[in-house]
């Protein structure tokens, strides 16, 4: 079957023949349909650091997919050949006090689909069926390939309770731009988001943000200032793994406010922690989805009327993956999507 793959310990990544994967009694065979480029298959064709220390070559790139449920393995009783799903890319090791204890997305032994183990873009991907989410019928097929970031994001922005709060999200991507969406439809007062890139901000514009702020030019506290503003954000989601950002937003918390925090930062860094002690902040790092909690959620808020559509900016066939690579590496997308539908 066609795959792109990391086949080399270097730049770049390649579309390849490979074999089409075999499925165990507890796996479904999904045959895919569309898949989202993620920055972290960014930082895989980049070959960075972090990417020369995770990835051992070959692997099949690709984890935010949906398919079609081709075959099932023996065991496997609630899934159907036919299924619209998605997967799970946290693969968990079922024995760890967390998962036994049915946290199952605190596990200590995650392994990641197309990181750790061959991934979904590539015609076939077999996976556990602890793994999968099946979707509505009905479901736009687009959005469902982006059911990965959408849950990070779902994760983040329903970590704390944002109803009638003032929300500070800071980073435009993809994942703090579907947050912002979560927190408005979740009934914030107001949603801020900040970047330091306007075609960024010209994204998140599209979705009923009360301001997309370009930090550069006007500070947080002159952004409380013109929203009559008086003691700060409630709730903080950190979506862009800068130390700035991160500082920033601890500074114009309100006392006792919740940050979530997901943005990867690519160093240690410092921070005035004396704030978040006076100020009687509280941080938690957020990891993946809940399994299945978020998966639910994102679901039932597609159901109830949540648009994420504008998000997705490019679409390209498989076979010119390079280009949506290209599209990510320049940073001003939203999320791109492959299509696997015409072999
Ligand atoms: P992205 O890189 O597309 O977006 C990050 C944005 O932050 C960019 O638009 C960038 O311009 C902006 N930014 C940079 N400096 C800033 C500053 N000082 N203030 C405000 N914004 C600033 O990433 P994404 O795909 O949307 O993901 C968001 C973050 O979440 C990334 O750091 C990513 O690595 C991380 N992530 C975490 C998880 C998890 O499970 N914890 C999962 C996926 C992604
Ligand atoms: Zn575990």
Redesign the pocket.
């Known amino acids: 079957m066609k795959a792109i793959v990391k086949s080399k310990a270097e730049e770049g990544l390649w579309l390849e023949d490979v074999p089409e994967p075999e499925i165990g009694i507890n796996d479904v065979l999904i045959k895919i349909l569309k898949t989202g480029i ?3 298959d960014v930082h895989i064709y980049n070959w960075d650091a972090w990417a020369q220390q995770t990835i051992k070559v070959p692997t099949v790139l690709g984890h935010e997919l949906v398919g079609e449920i081709v075959e099932v393995g023996e065991n496997v009783n609630d899934f159907y050949v036919g299924d619209i799903v998605s997967v799970e890319g946290h693969l968990v090791c079922g024995r760890c006090r967390n998962c036994l204890a049915g946290r199952r997305y605190k596990c200590a032994n995650t392994l990641g689909v197309g990181v750790q183990t061959d991934g979904g873009f590539a015609e076939y991907i077999s996976v556990p069926m602890t793994n999968i989410w099946k979707h509505s019928d009905d479901i736009n097929l687009e959005v469902a390939a982006i059911f990965d ?1 959408f849950g ?1 994001a779902v994760h983040t922005a329903l970590a704390f309770e944002v109803f009638g709060e003032d929300v500070l999200i ?7 731009i579907m947050a912002a969406a979560v927190a408005r439809h979740a009934g914030a007062r107001h949603v801020v988001i ?4 306007p075609k ?1 901000l010209e994204l998140a514009q599209k979705m009923d943000v009360t301001l997309a702020v370009d ?1 550069r030019e006007t500070s947080l506290s002159e952004v409380q200032k013109q929203l009559g503003m008086k003691e700060g954000f409630d709730v903080g989601m950190e ?4 130390p ?2 991160m500082r920033d937003m601890i500074a114009n918390m309100a006392h006792g406010g919740n940050i979530a925090f ?3 930062p690519t160093e240690e860094f410092a921070v005035n922690w004396k704030t978040v002690v006076f100020n009687m902040l509280t941080v938690t790092g ?3 989805r809940k399994m299945y909690e978020t998966w639910y959620q994102m679901s039932v808020l597609l159901e109830s009327g949540i648009n994420i559509e504008p998000v997705i900016t490019h679409r390209f066939s498989y076979k010119d993956f390079a280009k949506g690579f290209e599209v990510m590496r320049e ?1 001003n997308s939203g999320k791109v999507i492959l299509d696997w539908s015409e072999i």
């Open positions: 993620c920055g972290t970031p990070n800071t980073g435009a991507g993809p994942i703090g900040t970047d330091v890139n960024r930090v979506m862009s793994g800068n700035s950002a997901l943005g990867i957020i990891y993946g940073g």
